[in-house]
Nanobody, 124 residues
């Protein structure tokens, strides 16, 4: 069993930055891939970024490529999402998720554990 807790969301002006954190409890964190997803009101949950268990492989949605950076610190059982140049369309509840495999995926259905989410609001 893995429990996840996101933090770092909040209100930011367009063009600003935030760093989200996802702290994991439980065993074997370093063996699992991580992903970040987001869901805006009235929209489906969408993939944002993912990282392999060792951190050597990352992938991004086209909408955030070049602005967001995913990383992880396995010693701290924590994953991060650094978000720069935020736009109003980035506003959503952001969720981190764990996939019990070394390689991540863009499909939310392949992730096994989810955090409760953290709200990101971007004012124009």
């Amino acid at each position: 069993q893995v429990q996840l807790a996101e933090s770092g969301g909040g209100l930011v002006q367009a063009g600003g930055s935030l760093r989200l954190s996802c702290a994991a409890s439980g065993r074997h964190f370093s063996m699992y891939a991580m992903g970040w997803f987001r869901q805006a009101p009235g929209k489906e949950r969408e993939f944002v970024a993912s990282i392999s268990s060792g951190g050597g492989s990352t992938r991004y949605a086209d909408s955030v490529k070049g602005r967001f950076t995913i990383s992880r610190d396995n010693a701290k059982s924590t994953a991060y999402l650094k978000m720069n140049s935020l736009k109003p369309e980035d506003a959503a509840v952001y969720y981190c998720a764990v996939r019990r495999a070394a390689l991540p995926d863009t499909s939310s259905g392949l992730y096994d554990y989810w955090g409760q989410g953290t709200q990101v609001t971007v004012s124009s």
